[in-house]
């Protein structure tokens, strides 16, 4: 059956280091792989999307891989900050015709 | 500017009540979705709509009913309550149905009783 896990349901961190999320995959063929931050009470918010045919994507502190052989994406935050404790989704869709699909999201803390 | 905006925020019902979600959109946005959020489930696709007069069923359809009712609009029905749709329903829309970002509303927290 088809499965998308993010690695852990919680990541505490200090502020100051990098901060690294992953997304596995299983009996997908994504074409595309998106990245949410969701806040308590709020809706997600999109940060980025990578193809497949892309390796690395990079937007300010924030840095995503798609790796098709591993079945994995990493999600990066450089420099973290307290500001950046939240819930992580990644969601991925195996072809522009198909609805997107959600990991459960990973619960990221950044402790000052 | 709006973006995505969902009535209501929050709402208790009884088993075996009717409700209607509403959802709007002023981005001029082709696709919607609606999605509910369980704890420990994440988040998983009612319905969608990839244009205007077109609706699909997503991963979790039963109990469920949705109208497009226009390029704006996308409504979601609950015709007759049950406990097990307790829930945090959250509306999305995207420019087109293919690889875009979707955009959230802050969703509608419903509780059945």
């Known amino acids: 059956s088809q499965k998308i896990e993010q690695n852990s349901e919680a990541l505490n961190i200090q502020e100051g280091k990098t901060a690294t999320l992953t997304c596995n995959y299983t009996?997908?063929?994504?074409?595309?792989l998106q990245w949410y931050r969701q806040d308590p009470g709020r809706g997600p918010v999109f940060l980025l999307l990578i193809r497949e045919n892309e390796k690395e994507k990079r937007k300010e502190r924030l840095k995503v891989t798609f790796d098709t052989t591993l079945k994995q994406s990493l999600f990066h935050i450089t420099a973290s900050q307290p500001a950046d404790s939240a819930t992580y989704l990644c969601?991925?869709?195996?072809?522009?015709?198909?609805?997107?699909?959600f990991g459960k999201g990973t619960r990221l803390s950044v402790i000052a | 500017n709006a973006g995505v905006t969902q009535t209501p925020k929050f709402q208790v019902l009884k088993t075996g009540q009717s409700m209607t979600l509403q959802c709007a959109q002023d981005?001029?946005?082709?696709?919607m979705y609606w999605y509910r959020q369980d704890p420990g489930m994440g988040l998983r696709l009612i319905y969608y709509s990839a244009s205007e007069g077109t609706t699909d069923k997503g991963e979790v359809p039963n109990g469920y009913n949705v109208s497009r009712l226009n390029k704006r609009e996308f409504s979601l029905r609950l015709e007759s309550a049950a406990p097990s749709q307790t829930s945090v329903y959250f509306c999305?829309?995207?420019?087109?149905?293919?690889?875009?970002?979707?955009?959230f509303g802050d969703g509608t927290r419903l509780s059945i009783l």
């Open positions: 999305a829309s995207t420019l087109d149905y293919e690889n875009q970002p979707q955009h």
């Open positions: 969601a991925l869709s195996s072809s522009g015709n198909t609805p997107l699909v």
């Open positions: 009996n997908y063929s994504p074409a595309y």
């Open positions: 981005m001029n946005h082709n696709s």
